[in-house]
């Protein structure tokens, strides 16, 4: 089996709803991310030859995903009210609504799938919510 991994990361804000403690509060994040890819066998020919796959395609796939979250506010779906969400967009923010409780666990499946939906093979992401806690998706 091989492996190739890369990292990026982005930075927003979120809350977690139903939670008791300080992360109740808005707050932000530079959520660090590290994607793993894999496959059995490397490529036999052509550009690819002897890779999994070109590190440049793997990045640039890794970072876009990333890249819509970044800098925008990451809402739990149903969480804010409709007017609070239609006051915060006509302020000229941008939000990020996502079917999910934030956490750094969900964040690193739904980067996973997103991933893997590019047609990457797809083996792990991990997210760091801070420099030590990490969350980590392998399904
Ligand atoms: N298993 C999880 N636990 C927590 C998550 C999570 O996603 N998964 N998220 C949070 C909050 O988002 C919170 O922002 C994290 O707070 P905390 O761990 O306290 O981080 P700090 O930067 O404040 O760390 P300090 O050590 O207090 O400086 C909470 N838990
Ligand atoms: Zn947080």
New binding site residues.
Partial sequence: MYELKTETAFDGA?F?TD?Y???ENL?G?RWRVVAYIGKEALETAGTHKDMVLDFSVFKRTVRAVAEELDHTFLVEEGSLRPETIACLESEGFDLTVLPFRT???NLATYLFERIAASGLPATCVEVY??PN?C?IYRP
Avoid: F, I, P, R
Wanted: hydrophobic share 20%; charged share 20%; glycine share 6%.
């Fill in positions: 979120h977690l939670y403690g300080k992360c707050h994040h956490t750094a666990e919510e801070t806690n969350a």
